[in-house]
């Protein structure tokens, strides 16, 4: 057993560092000035912050964080709406039908957006949505709503009924059941939905290079390959806004990991 878990702890350490290499090299790569030809694995004795400055003028990072921000909140917002309003009654009434659509959401999971990009590019520009905020967020909603619905629906199939039957003789409605009983009790997993889409959209390029192809409306991922594609030599710059576009993601992790982990278990068990 000792050993066991052992090798268990030395795996997880190798499979940690593994994701961290890449983050370290990062950050020493967007300290360093141009000419510093130093190891990227040493940090450098001073901090050249011009590297930032440069990235976020000469890539337009302010523009683009701003439409990052508003496509990805809008998107998170609507997701969690109708995911969770979805799921509730699919979670609790489970008679053919609903099982049937549930299915229906689940199998919606295995097919991979880019398998559809043609018909969906010559929707957008039969209906006008190119390059607007409102036909990203729909196509976001649209591909991320299943991963959603299935993660409420397994975590409110595992919230006592009682609860509903105590709040039924209380008089509360079957709206009110939802608001006032189930929505405050699905923090945990709302916070794994808001950490799995938010950063799926946070960092979606394949979506945001055909649909917002005018310059005022790029999001980060798209500013930064363009910003790459001119600035290749520029390593520090190009590190430099690579580190500011993750920030965001990063942050929004640690300020809602308690959460994350009890939500994807308690969220996976049942449905």
Do not use: C
């Amino acid at each position: 057993m000792k050993r066991a878990k052992a090798l268990y702890t030395l795996l997880g350490a190798l499979i940690g560092l593994i994701h961290i290499v890449p983050f370290y090299v990062l950050i020493t790569t967007s300290f360093k000035e141009e000419l510093d030809t130093s190891s990227k694995w040493v940090m450098p004795g001073y901090l050249f912050w011009d590297n930032f400055t440069n990235a976020w003028q000469l890539a337009g990072l302010d523009r683009a964080f701003v439409n990052t921000v508003i496509v990805t909140v809008l998107s998170i917002v609507l997701i969690l709406i109708l995911g969770s309003s979805a799921a509730f009654p699919l979670a609790r009434h489970r008679s053919a039908l609903n099982k049937w659509m549930y299915g229906f959401f689940v199998s919606a999971l295995i097919v991979p957006p880019l398998t559809i990009l043609v018909p969906l590019y010559k929707m957008f520009v039969d209906i006008g949505a190119m390059n607007t905020y409102t036909g990203i967020v729909i196509l976001h909603v649209t591909f991320h709503l299943s991963m959603a619905i299935f993660l409420f629906t397994g975590f409110i199939s595992t919230i006592p009924r009682e609860l509903d039957e105590a709040a039924m003789i209380d008089g509360a409605s079957r709206l009110g059941l939802f608001f006032r009983i189930i929505l405050p009790v699905l923090m945990p997993i709302t916070a794994t939905v808001i950490i799995m889409n938010g950063v799926s959209i946070w960092n979606d390029y394949q979506f945001s290079v055909f649909f917002l192809q005018k310059l005022e409306y790029r999001t980060i991922t798209v500013a930064l390959s363009a910003f790459f594609g001119e600035n290749n030599s520029d390593i520090g710059w190009v590190a430099a806004g690579s580190l500011l576009a993750a920030l965001p993601s990063i942050l929004l992790y640690l300020f809602l990991q308690k959460y994350f982990v009890e939500g994807m278990t308690s969220g996976a068990v049942k449905g």
